[in-house]
């Protein structure tokens, strides 16, 4: 389902969603969900690509720039781009409808009277009033930029402020407006809808306040917004200049100077030459920098350096297009090459360093399969690893997401995220179930240890005082090796579930060793009165649970006794 009434959805509900990728593929893939990921972010990645260079064309660029830029807006330059467009695939479809929205606009405006434009136009309003059911954000990505470039352009136009304004120019305008009127009204049915559909924060935009002039750290909110694109576009913070990633980062910085001559210089051609059409890309571009910049500043507690990512990826049509424009081929070449060495290299880095710390590390692996093994299918984590431990047991084990909170003590308490979960996960109360929380040291505190045996020891001590923390415990074990010894051959054997409860019960203590006593309740080939009437282990039971013990620090030692302690084998007659 797209959209269900028993999910909490955080701020908006988005119709037009990357949900329209991965539900299909998960009815086609149910049991491998790393597959889907894969396969649905490939599709989006080109979806992304083909959006911008359609955009590009659309704007006046040649097929050279336009397949260029659309290849660096699918490139991997930053790690917040890599999470939230390559790998996370959150903001592809900002991106692309963003590209849709102005790209069609653009199409329409060279157009002619006649049924093709009269399709693309009702389209273009279609996926207007979807995208403002789907977000309030789309209408600031896309439609309020370019009903202010077109009023811009209408107010200025081609040929300076005293020329008289054409039917056409005021036909363009009217598009522009109409694009975003529909997305706005689109927004308040959404509003009214969605509602009644489905449980969300709707009032949280709404409710953003101006921020105070005189309260406010305006040049620290406006540094910090400039930093964030800068380490968006591959800017590493503190590296030593002579390095790659100091050149690299250098070049970051230079990519938005480059980026601001080539909107000069083609709005100042554009005008002078009457390219209506180069002229509103570049003046959706500068108004979409000028409303996110102003966003950032004005509005209270808002910023976040991701939001600068639909600005980016608009960026690189327009960007095409104004290098199609230029007519100095040198700065032409510059940039261009500026361009695509910076972000191509940029990207190559972060590969590099991805390869090396991979998103899912072997140790969410071993959590999952422990987790599995345990028999344990749900439980919390924080949001990024319960999405990790979701994946990687194809659902079967089932995290909800949580945040750590400060009460007022200062202590950190877990809570259920209010984005996309269900409501029934919304009480952390599961008293007819086994459920677990998973917390990394940062977000529970941190164990240092020397062994398997004594994290799970102090594991245990943090769970059982974890509403007192801060604390701080140390131990020193006084023995090297600590074990126990489980009699398995006085009456019954003890099932696999009392043996793992066993070593589980021992790993919290600090245990590092058990001995399985087994006179004759263990597998032989051709003897069957071992564990006659009484149970015995088999050889692939004994090797599980070996590995369950190693798991939990506990290493299994063998204890077969022989000789006097044989009497009960050798009562039968097949032994004598």
Known sequence: KLISGT?????????????????????????????????????????????????????????????????????????????????????????????????????????EKGKKRAVLGALLLAMCALMGASSIRYPFCATIPVAAAGLWAYIFPSGGESAPRTRAQGARTLLTLAVCAVSVAGFAVGQS?????????????????????????????????????????????RSVLLSAHGLVSVGALLLPAAAAVLLARTLKAARENQSDVLRFGALTLAMSAAITALSFVLLEGLYLNRYWIPLMTLGAPVMAAC?????????????????????????????????????????????????????????????????????????????VGITIAQNEKGQGVPRVSEWLEAQENRRMERPDERVFMLLTEAESGAIFCGSRAEFFRGLTMLAARFDERPFRVRETPSLDLLGAMLDCSRNAVPTMAAAKTFLRRLSRMGYNAVLLYTEDTYEVAGRPYFGYLRGRFSQAELRELDQYADALGIEMIPCIQTLGHMARALRWPCME
């Not at 924060?201 to 005189?214: E, I, Q």
């Not at 910090?224 to 380490?231: C, V």
């Open 323 to 399: 290098l199609t424009g230029e007519t100095n081929a040198p700065l032409r070449r510059g940039c261009a090459l500026l361009f695509a060495g910076v972000v191509l290299t940029a990207s190559a880095m972060q590969i590099t360093s991805t390869m090396k710390h991979p998103e899912i590390t072997d140790v969410q692996r071993e959590r999952a399969a422990f987790l599995q093994e345990s028999g344990l299918t749900f439980g919390y984590a924080t949001f990024w690893n319960a999405n990790v431990i979701t994946e990687l047991t194809n659902g079967e084990v089932e995290a």
């Open 193 to 237: 809808i969605l509602s009644r559909v489905c449980l969300y924060d709707a009032a949280r935009y709404g409710g953003v306040r101006l921020a105070s002039f005189l309260d406010a750290d305006m040049p620290g909110t406006i540094q910090q917004a400039l930093g964030g694109l800068a380490r968006l576009m591959g800017y590493s913070e």
């Open 7 to 111: 999910w909490v959805y955080s701020t908006e509900v988005r119709v037009l969603s990357t949900q329209l990728i991965f539900t299909p593929l998960m009815a086609l893939f149910p049991h491998d969900w790393r597959l889907v990921r894969t396969l649905g972010c490939l599709i989006l990645q080109g979806i992304l690509a083909a959006s911008a260079y359609f955009c590009g064309r659309a704007l006046g660029a040649d097929k050279k720039f336009s397949l260029l830029f659309a290849g660096l807006s699918i490139s991997a330059c930053s790690v917040v781009y890599a999470q939230m467009v390559t790998i996370g695939a959150y903001y592809v479809p900002h991106a692309v409808l963003t590209n849709l929205c102005v790209g069609m606009t653009a199409r329409l405006m060279r157009m």
